[in-house]
């Protein structure tokens, strides 16, 4: 990478900056189908697209594969790798981060992740216990990546309170991350709570909204289980009328998440992030109708 990338930049500029983020898939069908909606992803000119990274190093290859054709594919996009340290090596992480710089990558979601799904609890004692010792190590040694890191409007589910939660970004923060990335969340209260609270606490890193447009009833189950993310009432019943229903299902978390993308940008978030789940539809569709962005001619 030639010059660092100056993430914190893109925010407060007048207009939110859009970020988009997939995550590597497993089959070939899967990567030519991904390539498809980048395609028309990349149109609407984000700041940057990231890639997420499967617990335990997982989707190691693949998480480089996907940032290594986007960077082939439109050498302009600068894009980030998300990065999990719990149970990972130090050697390990640097090797990574390595083959990412010489891929271009511009920046690191510098996060602990979680015990792998299949032997929860029954990982290697790691080098790592939370992300700030990635950040740390980050901050000292690849100075030019741009580092982010995931904050909970909601708090994380493993944390024994709100303050120690907010305590924790905040060394996470201070150990040297520039942005802060939500956890999905379907009520804005809960973000502009969490922001305030941040400011309080003296966090003065951008909190960047992360916003799932809902496709389905039963992914948004899936997922909010998942990460504990709160469906509110009135969503899951307007889901729920269209139950057999995909379109109806669509329309409704379509028109869900630009409304909460609206009231954010009102109410002054700095930028939005989009979990697209490798399909470009909901989010483009919600970006065209706040005009968010500019087509390429
Ligand atoms: C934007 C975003 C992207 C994500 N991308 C991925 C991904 O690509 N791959 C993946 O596997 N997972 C991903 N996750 C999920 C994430 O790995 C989990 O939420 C995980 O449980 C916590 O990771 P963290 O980086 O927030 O951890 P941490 O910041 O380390 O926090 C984890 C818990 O430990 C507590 N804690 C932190 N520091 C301390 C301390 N010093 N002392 C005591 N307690 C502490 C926190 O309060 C929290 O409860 C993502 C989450 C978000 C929001």
Same mark, same amino acid.
């Given at each position: 990478m030639d010059t660092a990338f100056d993430i914190r930049s893109l925010y407060g500029q007048g207009r939110p900056a859009v970020s988009f983020e997939l995550f590597p898939p497993k089959t070939p069908e899967g990567m030519e189908s991904l390539f498809d909606q980048l395609q028309e992803l990349v149109r609407c000119k984000p700041s940057f697209i990231t890639c997420t990274y499967g617990a335990g190093g997982s989707t190691r290859d693949r998480t480089l594969d996907v940032l290594r054709a986007i960077r082939e594919r439109h050498p302009q996009m600068p894009v980030v790798s998300h990065l999990t340290c719990s149970g990972a090596s130090r050697d390990g992480i640097r090797a990574y981060i390595r083959s990412a710089l010489d891929l271009g990558v511009s920046g690191v979601v510098a996060l602990r992740g979680d015990p792998p799904k299949d032997a929860p609890?029954? $990982?290697? @004692? *790691?080098?790592?216990?939370?992300?700030s010792d990635l950040v740390e190590l980050i901050r000292a040694e690849f100075p030019a990546l741009a580092v982010l890191v995931a904050g909970y409007p909601e708090t994380h589910? $493993?944390? @024994? *309170?709100v303050a120690a939660d907010i305590e924790h970004l905040k060394r996470k923060v201070d150990a040297g991350a520039d942005v802060v990335v939500t956890q999905?969340?379907?009520?804005n209260q809960d973000y502009f709570r969490f922001r305030d609270r941040c400011a309080d606490a003296g966090i003065s890193a951008p909190i960047v909204p992360g916003i799932l447009p809902v496709t389905n009833l039963a992914q948004i189950r899936r997922l909010t289980a998942m990460c504990g993310a709160h469906l509110p009432g009135r969503l899951l019943r307007r889901l729920e009328v269209h139950q057999d229903d995909e379109e109806g299902q669509y329309a409704v978390g379509v028109y869900h998440a630009a409304r909460q993308a609206e009231e954010l940008i009102a109410g002054g978030a700095p930028g939005m992030h989009f979990y697209v789940l490798n399909k470009s539809r909901a989010a483009l569709l919600i970006c065209r109708a706040l005009a968010l962005f500019t087509p390429v001619e």
């Amino acid at each position: 990478m030639d010059t660092a990338f100056d993430i914190r930049s893109l925010y407060g500029q007048g207009r939110p900056a859009v970020s988009f983020e997939l995550f590597p898939p497993k089959t070939p069908e899967g990567m030519e189908s991904l390539f498809d909606q980048l395609q028309e992803l990349v149109r609407c000119k984000p700041s940057f697209i990231t890639c997420t990274y499967g617990a335990g190093g997982s989707t190691r290859d693949r998480t480089l594969d996907v940032l290594r054709a986007i960077r082939e594919r439109h050498p302009q996009m600068p894009v980030v790798s998300h990065l999990t340290c719990s149970g990972a090596s130090r050697d390990g992480i640097r090797a990574y981060i390595r083959s990412a710089l010489d891929l271009g990558v511009s920046g690191v979601v510098a996060l602990r992740g979680d015990p792998p799904k299949d032997a929860p609890g029954a $990982e290697e @004692p *790691s080098e790592f216990r939370h992300a700030s010792d990635l950040v740390e190590l980050i901050r000292a040694e690849f100075p030019a990546l741009a580092v982010l890191v995931a904050g909970y409007p909601e708090t994380h589910p $493993e944390s @024994p *309170s709100v303050a120690a939660d907010i305590e924790h970004l905040k060394r996470k923060v201070d150990a040297g991350a520039d942005v802060v990335v939500t956890q999905l969340f379907f009520d804005n209260q809960d973000y502009f709570r969490f922001r305030d609270r941040c400011a309080d606490a003296g966090i003065s890193a951008p909190i960047v909204p992360g916003i799932l447009p809902v496709t389905n009833l039963a992914q948004i189950r899936r997922l909010t289980a998942m990460c504990g993310a709160h469906l509110p009432g009135r969503l899951l019943r307007r889901l729920e009328v269209h139950q057999d229903d995909e379109e109806g299902q669509y329309a409704v978390g379509v028109y869900h998440a630009a409304r909460q993308a609206e009231e954010l940008i009102a109410g002054g978030a700095p930028g939005m992030h989009f979990y697209v789940l490798n399909k470009s539809r909901a989010a483009l569709l919600i970006c065209r109708a706040l005009a968010l962005f500019t087509p390429v001619e």
